[in-house]
């Protein structure tokens, strides 16, 4: 019998999605009898203890007694228990040095961590998060700043919609101006972004188009890799050395500036990714751009003038284009930006259950058999070392 546990979420302030829904736990034991699940109480899961409770999933205050842990956000390091294995998001790959106590910890308590983001396909596509989600609610939010920065239209908040399914019936009826809005990025990401972008019947353009003239329609363009870097002495891109060697490449964001009104970030980033332009650049005349919706959420990242989070309830601020400070938003002077590290938990159980399905689809199964090459990949550490392929953060767990 293979022990599954829900961990509740701990980190503050608490997230609201689950890595399993009650129909899907109820699923797998049926279909796996060697399942037996056990949830964690929590009182502010988007599903309730009680609806665990009528899917014949037994509600629990303590999961010493489970084998693996599924989790989302990082979890407290006062409540990691020692030698077991554990799944979630742990934001340790990049040696963030928020979580370097985290990687410690489970170093030191022997745990196994299997990342969620580490999971990838072949060609290093990632297999299961909540990205999707994400740009769905992130390209709602930048739209809504937009028309609240000039009073052209509104859009309600995402949370207080009951589902997704609400949340398109909200779009009947909103006209939207003339604006030229670029989407960058290809993952999951940009397709939810994508998907508001056809709910909302803004018009794609072929880039040339983007950046020729003016429309009496709202537009988008998408910017994929090939469309964003260029090796800057072979004058071509490969998604794959791009990935192993971004410091070779420049970015070509530039040329859009001046064409573009609001711009939806989707791409990925790491410190050696060349922004998508630099700071002083927001001071120029030409510089067009009033709402940046970071989706991917760096902070300092590919939008230099990310200044950090804001909240689920105030998901906007400001940053003045000379002193680059921040300020409220929708103020003359600004470039208003879309910051938000937990979107998807505006549609938690839309979510949730998006990511669950990943989660049967692509990694349980192996996880009561043998190990797959996909999870092997996505151990950080295992019995209190790190795996080979995560050996670069060693000086990183020591704290260096």
Known sequence: ???????????????????????????????????????????????????????????????????ILLGIKEVPVDDLLYGKTYLFFSHTRKKQLHNQK???TILQKKITLID?????????????????????????????????????????????????????????GVKLPNIKIAVTGSGRVAHGILEIMNLMEVVELEKEEFVSREFSYPVYVQLKGADLYRHIKKG?????????????????????IPHTD?????????????????????????????????VTDDING??????????IENPVYGVDRFSFQKTPPYQPNSVDIMAVGNLPNELPRDASKYFGEQLIKYILPDMITDSSRVIEEATIAKNGFLTKRFEYLQEYAEGK
């Open 1 to 67: 019998m293979v022990r599954i546990g829900l961990l509740k979420e701990g980190k503050i302030p608490p997230d609201n999605r689950v890595a399993l829904t009650p129909a899907q736990c109820k699923w797998l034991q049926k279909t796996y009898p060697v399942l037996k699940f056990f949830v964690q109480s929590s009182p502010h899961r988007c599903f309730s203890d009680k609806e665990y409770q009528k899917a014949g999933i037994e509600v629990v205050e303590d999961l010493r007694d489970c084998d």
């Open 102 to 104: 985290l990687l410690q």
């Open 236 to 256: 071509d891109y490969s998604r794959e050395h791009f990935h192993n060697h971004p410091e070779e490449y420049e970015c070509l964001f530039d040329q859009y």
């Open 302 to 311: 590919s939008i230099p003038i990310n200044l950090g989070d804001q909240t």
């Open 262 to 294: 609001i711009l939806m970030n989707g791409v990925y980033w790491d410190v050696n990714v060349p922004r998508l332009f630099e700071i002083k650049r927001v001071s120029d005349p030409d510089f067009r751009i009033q709402v940046i919706a970071d």
């Open 116 to 172: 969620y983001e580490c999971m990838e396909h072949e060609d290093g596509q990632r297999i299961i998060g909540f990205g999707f989600f994400a740009g769905v609610v992130g390209a709602h939010n930048g739209m809504m700043a937009y028309g609240e920065r000039t009073g052209l239209f509104q859009l309600g908040r995402v949370y207080k919609q009951r589902d997704f399914k609400q949340l398109i019936h909200s779009y009947f």
